[in-house]
């Protein structure tokens, strides 16, 4: 079956690639974009081309059309990674802050996770399914972490006395030794 899309690679296109394959600090995705192009516009096969770089015959396809319909930099490129929205927002992590501050519950000698999700759904600043999760990831970009030095979870370190008692022992004149001079 005949390519639809055929890579020809011009002069300043066959350096610019040259350049970042010999440079080393572009990412893997792209380097192995740039082999891709590189090899298309040698007239190499599809299949060989996957089969020398590791990657699927569709990826070398979906590479060769970037490059023809958008350019150089699209094919070599990616379109940014949104990912999923964030849970909370800085005013419901100012409330969850605030409620982390405060006094627990009655009954309860301090604040979880869970109640924490709970008490935020409760109270309408966050919506009905908040796992403590969200809660901990949340909590841990403040002082409030458990396990910073600075929230005062763990005591700081006390020099150890053994190690006073041997400096002192080192550094006072022995009666001893001086009966012996």
Known sequence: MAKKYLVRLTEEEQHAIERLTKKGNASARRLTRAHILRLSNAQQTDAAIAAALDVGVVTVERIREKFVIGGL???????????????????????????????????????????????????????APLSDETVRRALKKTSLNPGCAASGAYPRSVPSSSGAWKMSWISMPSPIIRAFR
């Open 73 to 127: 930099e699209w094919a070599l490129g990616e379109r940014p990674r949104l990912g999923a929205r964030r849970k909370l927002d800085g005013k419901q992590e100012a409330l969850l802050v605030a409620l982390a501050c405060s006094e627990p519950p009655l009954g309860h000698h301090g604040w979880t996770m869970q109640m924490l999700a709970d008490r935020l759904v409760e109270l309408k600043a966050a919506e």
